[in-house]
């Protein structure tokens, strides 16, 4: 027994030892960035996502790289400083790394998390500690629906934003969709996708049966079994929320199949996939990219397109590949993160800003990002609304890139629910409130 | 075509894949008594390997000769089991031999922590696509569907593979030898036989067909990180199912956990994810060593 | 019973750890804790193996367990811990006393992947059920203690002192269990199961009371760790998190209760700070730390204390 003390002393003695804090510095604001490095959603979200918000901070630090207000250098001055924590192994690791970077690291601010199981479980936490955190990626409504925090804000739209959109896209274009299939993966992401889809269907084209709705295990890779079942029903559309590996991995068996030929195919999140699939992507399908994101961004042109095209250019540059959703969203919630720490330093009279004084600055905050205005619009300024658009897939055989054509903007009212009002519930409703001009 | 042959086929599609990404995993066990994780991490590396390959192959003027894909794919399995195969038996599991079963899945755990990140260091994040192999044996009409002419091909390849290590266990002269030091490896060695030798040859031949159904599996998907982790979790069932160590009980296994996959992606798509684990579970119930478990006599 | 040495061993390691709510900094008293209740989980694997059996599937209370303090909480505003203790126990209690005689009669690999199989449909079935959040999980609220609703430093301080209260007993029960007969007839087992039949006791009954107790531990390890996090999903009952369990188990071996907690607190000590200084290749720190362990170590730390109280014994 008194070995396990003296084991004990040692360990605590360990834990102690490990524990000098890093000093917080005024000239300097440290940033967490949590993102996937690792797994399936490194290479879909996590990676693009970090090289642009990599490519943004340098930017920023080097400062007058990008088009007003955003010419200041750093945040206010300041140095910005990033650590980056991988988010692969789950929603309990994510918290005691969160805890980690708050509490032993220092952090300034928390930017992260693509998994909506991971921004469910980071809020309570981070006000707990009362800890500046941002959201920049995750898609559960259920964050700000269920709950209210004070030191969480999410700096993208909802999921439901996503399948509004393009059930609106199908209706304005005149698709004819008297029935149809979902082929969606077999977690929360994948259900709710789903669970959003049929009730805007319901609302826009009441008479469409639902022939099938299909749910692969996340990660399964091989869809012949799911082809076969879709080819059999002949629904008019199918939609998919998949990503990554998956969709690019259903794409490839479906249109060897010549599942694209039978059935129209419409993907909620599906842009991210164009650098990857190129050619091997059929014309024709109708595609979403959670926002007025990537080529969606480049083809709309308007006030927004010297920022756009910052971002788009820069990236591309040291990159060597066209931008996608992810660091459209990264960008939208760092240069969010600029004009709070901006803003609330203006309050303040110039000193590094609080906590406190960051969550109260971002609050109803607006600022443009080359995805467009975003707005803190909802879940009493902590959730932000912003426009979103659907396109149709046609390759350029001169160009040899894939163009999206045939582009619709919803403004951002128009796709979202107001405030106040449950996401499912604005769905069962009939969408009251929507301004679609 | 009725519903049921659609079941069928598509059944035999997803079990025939089944069984080439777990007969390894079976003979592995079978000869060293060694659950190995890093099944799935040779299986991911195969296809990693195919699809590099596979891609110079028409880098430097396949396009002329297509084909010849076919032939970098199975090279590249080759390639990877004569690389990893000794690198891994001779490197590190030999000295776990007579260890505790549930610490050598340990050891290997470790290992497919360390593939997984080694694979990120040496290929990176960004997806791998071959899909030439793919649709260069067209289409194949069955009633109204279309079915790709590749699929048929991995049924092909599943039997042969099948057929081969069946084969060369039970009516070659080293099979015979491979089958005695799988009863008594003891015995074995003191009749003469290089067991040793034995467990790096059956080693070899599991990391064989791990990183061939990688290299099949690599046309028809886009290859990326985190593929591994979902194979070493279907092909564990179907081992436990048919019963581990035992070529049929695999073969057997793939079948019902395939068809009564597509049964369900048919007719009941809600029930998919646990389909496997409820066949699991229900042969377990009954057979408690799974369907074609040798018997052990206990040690008294 | 146990004798006045070990009572004041049992006290003495409370009233060190008890230091801990002081000295440490929070993050690390968060970590610990963590620990702590995994430790609970893994003092159950711990205890099959000393009857020669290893579940991979001790996921499946704790994920059970958290589940049932969070449904429950939920469901009822109850968010005394000691309450949600008792009841995620007594639900564990019910489950493992309904698959420990099912499980009783496998052995090595078979129990392994059997239970691996019963917590993965566990892992299913949760994440098909979105109306409890399906794989994106629950929140629960910070825990109170008997009345007492303490916020930040002292939250984590009250909860560090309550899960150090639970390990301290934990250990000292199951040390005891170890070294009654009952005990000591699974060790027996573990050596050759035939002859301890032949001497007239049941190895299946054996078998299935350390099952039971695993279920419990799991269940209360759970618990804990729902409330420290805040936050549950189905990923308790996945095999990643059941393996984990099991190499702690492995690090510390089946010779000594104390090891078990410090192994669990090393393997999440190595894991944060891999995490943080190699995101990009943690899984490969990870892997090779394993490797380390298993090759230095080969009885688990356990053996170090073992081996040293033999030689002290020799001298």
Known sequence: ?437 | MDLFATIFVDGLIYAAWLFIVSVGLTLVFGVLNILNIAHGSLYAIGAYTSASMVGAYFGVGGDAFPWGSYVALIAAAILVALVMGPLLERGLLRFFYGRDEVLNVLVTYAVFLILEDAMKLIWGVNPYYVYEPYTLLGDVELGSLFYVGYDFAVIAIAIVVGLAVWMSLNRTRTGKVVLAVIHDPEMSRTMGVNVPRIYLGAFVAGAFLAALGGAVTAPMISVQPGLGVNVIIVAFAVVIIGGLGSIPGAAIGALMVGISRAASVHLLPEAELFIIYFVMAIVLMFRPEGLFAKTQARKI | MLGMNHLLAVAGTFAVMAAGAVILPDWAMFLIVMALAKGLVCLGIVGMMRGGLVSFGQGLYYCAGAYTATLFANSFGITDIFLLCIVSAVVCLAIGGLFGPLLAGYRGIFFAMLSLALSMVLYGSLSKLSVIGGTDGLNIAAPTFLGWEPEGRALQSGLYLFVSALVVAAGAVMWRYFHSEQGLIALAARDNELRVEYLGASVRKAMTLNYVFGAVLGGLGGTIAALALGHVDPEFAFWTTSGEFVFVAILAGYLSVPAVFVAAIILELVRSFSNLYFPNTWQLALGVFLLAVIVALPGGLGSLVDRRRKREGAQ
């Open chain 1, 1 to 437: 027994m008194k070995q396990t003390i003296r084991t004990i002393c040692a360990t605590l003695a360990l834990a102690t030892g490990l524990s000098a804090p890093a000093m917080a510095q005024d000239d300097t604001f440290k940033i967490g960035v949590i993102t996937f490095l690792s797994g399936q959603a490194a290479e879909s979200f996590g990676v693009p996502a970090w090289n642009g918000g990599q490519l943004l901070i340098d930017m920023l630090n080097e400062g007058g790289k990008l088009p007003a207000p955003y010419d200041k250098p750093g945040f206010g001055g300041m140095k910005i400083e990033a650590i980056v924590v991988d988010e692969a192994g789950g929603a309990t690791k994510q918290v005691q790394e969160f805890r980690n970077l708050v509490q032993r690291e220092q952090v300034d601010a928390v930017v992260g998390y693509v998994s909506s199981s991971d921004c469910l479980a980071v809020p309570p936490v981070a006000d707990e500690l009362k800890a500046f955190t941002i959201l920049y990626d995750c898609g559960t409504p259920r964050v700000f629906e269920d709950n209210s925090f004070e030191y969480v804000f999410r700096t993208a739209a909802h999921a439901t934003m996503d399948n509004v959109g393009l059930a609106r896209y199908l209706k304005s274009r005149g698709f004819e969709v008297d029935s149809f299939a979902g082929l969606n993966q077999d977690y929360a992401w994948g259900q709710d996708s789903w669970a959003d889809f049929t009730g805007a269907m319901a609302q826009l084209y009441s008479d469409a049966t639902v022939k099938t709705a299909l749910f692969p295990k996340f990660g399964a890779g091989q869809y012949g079994t799911e082809i076969s079942a879709l080819l059999r029903e002949k629904p008019a559309l199918i939609h998919s929320s998949n990503w990554g590996g998956d969709l690019q991995s259903f794409l490839l068996q479906a249109t060897a199949r010549g599942l694209h030929k039978r059935t129209q195919l419409a993907l909620s999140a599906g842009d991210h996939v164009i650098p990857q699939l190129q050619d091997k992507m059929p014309d024709g399908i109708v595609l979403g990219a959670r926002g007025v994101n990537g080529l969606l961004a480049k083809a709309r042109g308007g006030d927004l397109q010297p920022l756009t095209d910052t971002l788009w250019d820069s990236y591309m540059e040291r990159y060597g590949v066209i931008p996608v959703q992810a660091p459209f969203r990264m960008w939208q919630g760092l240069l969010g993160l600029k004009m709070a720490v901006e803003k609330a330093m203006d309050d303040n009279g110039g000193k590094k800003p609080t906590d406190e004084e960051l969550a109260a600055a971002m609050k109803g905050l607006s600022w443009d990002a080359p995805s467009g205005r975003i707005e803190m619009a909802l879940g009493g300024g902590h959730q932000a609304i912003q426009p979103t658009a659907i396109g149709v897939t046609k390759w350029n055989n001169e160009t040899k890139m894939m163009e999206l054509v045939d582009i619709e903007y919803f403004d951002a009212r128009c796709v979202n629910p107001p405030e106040g009002m449950k996401s499912q519930d604005w769905l069962a409703q009939g969408f009251p409130g929507a301004q679609c001009d």
